[in-house]
């Protein structure tokens, strides 16, 4: 038995996020239909987490079982050949087989785009999101720096989300400024469902004002998520990479 | 009467090319019944020049006249609000009565992106032309420069294509590569139709070694077309800008 991995880019804009869900076209279906069809036997894939719909990635990793010898290389060229042009598998390799993109995770890297201007790009549709308010950047590194390190996260998960340990740990918490674009890129030990969004729609509030600096200390000492900002949309977010 | 100037963006993958034609989604359409319905009377909107199904625009210009009032900052957001978000009207300024998008014109930048890999990226889907090729950039750089200058462009045209001139300048011809991306810029006094698609392509076939270095020399020469390479999708190109 082989467990063989993958990293994978795609666009998220034409799926209902990356799982399996009946009658809706879906980055793991996809990709586990392609596999099947060149390998001629089921396959379930195994992803390191969910992306919602809208929400796209550099770097998805995800890993299955197989009996078939493929090579790696020729099964990445044969993949990417018959595949939807939506996603792209970046990479094939063996892996031990106790390796499982979900649980062996150490580290994950998202980035978040934001297109900080009065008009949206054409060229960018689904790709950012449209912030038209002036922003202050400095107050917004003030206020980040309280994310960083292991805290209760409470406060950052959608209302509804049963998670039981909601202890995580940032560790890199960057926001860069492109011309119109601020770049956040968040690198964590793991993240809970919409929590960057929300890291990121909190920080947007606190710089134009709207919230103030002190929301997030206050949001992680009181586990509150009513206190914070905005869930930001889907189309600026990549999952950029995960590390084991 | 005003003389309105618009400067442009838009993704070209949804629309069949620029020009209005009966049935099919278009930008000129699209732009002149978002203007018609903000400014609540029939408007024709004369383009810098037509692009094809595909090609995209980040600086397409277009003029159109109105006895309207309106004020060009509220005509931008207005539009900005009400047009389909693959469009996007960048600038509104009024010009000179005897302004022309098209005749005006002294200078037209494209610029063409080849993504030169074995696999295709899921997130640039449609912005870009997949070329698996190797690419010798050198020797591409040593037959460009035989573009350079006011040249008989004949052999540079679509087949079938009847305009009577067919001397143009192009002033300016670079070849960046960045990572992956091949990105070729183009400055010209016009071009004529298929014209920067065909000289990427007979380039790219230069560069991969399918066709001699001498190709370009002996197109104008000749002015026969069969002597060049491939012409290119539209995915890859981009209507940069135009000077006035």
């Given at each position: 038995m082989r467990n063989v991995k993958l990293v994978i880019e795609y666009s998220g804009t034409g799926f209902f996020g990356w799982q399996k869900q009946p009658d809706k076209r879906t980055i793991q279906e996809e990709i586990e239909k392609t596999l099947e069809c060149i390998l001629k036997e089921k396959v379930e894939l195994i992803g390191s987490g969910r992306t919602d719909a809208g929400v796209h990635a550099m770097g998805q990793v995800a890993n299955f079982y197989t009996n078939k010898?493929?090579?790696?290389?020729?099964?990445?060229?044969?993949?990417?050949?018959?595949?939807?042009?939506?996603?792209?598998?970046?990479?094939?390799?063996?892996?031990?087989?106790?390796?499982?993109?979900?649980?062996?995770?150490?580290?994950k890297h998202y980035r978040y785009v934001v297109n900080n201007s009065k008009i949206h790009s054409a060229l960018n549709q689904n790709r950012e999101m449209l912030f038209k308010h002036d922003l202050d950047i400095e107050i917004m590194n003030v206020a980040k720096d309280n994310l960083i390190g292991k805290h209760n996260f409470a406060a950052f998960r959608a209302v509804g989300s049963s998670v039981c340990n909601t202890e995580r740990t940032i560790y890199?918490?960057?926001?860069?400024?492109?011309?119109?674009?601020?770049?956040?890129?968040?690198?964590?030990?793991?993240?809970?469902?919409?929590?960057?969004?929300?890291?990121?729609?909190?920080?947007?509030?606190?710089?134009?004002?709207?919230?103030?600096?002190?929301?997030?200390?206050?949001?992680?000492?009181?586990?509150?998520?009513?206190l914070g900002g905005q869930t930001v949309p889907p189309d600026g977010l990549y999952m950029v990479s995960v590390k084991y």
């Open positions: 010898s493929i090579k790696c290389e020729e099964l990445l060229m044969a993949v990417n050949s018959v595949i939807e042009k939506d996603i792209t598998i970046l990479s094939v390799e063996d892996v031990e087989i106790d390796f499982h993109s979900r649980k062996s995770a150490k580290e890199e918490l960057k926001i860069n400024k492109l011309g119109n674009r601020i770049i956040f890129d968040i690198v964590g030990s793991g993240f809970m469902y919409n929590m960057v969004r929300i890291i990121v729609g909190t920080l947007l509030d606190i710089g134009s004002g709207k919230l103030e600096a002190s929301t997030i200390k206050n949001m992680i000492e009181t586990g509150k998520r009513a």
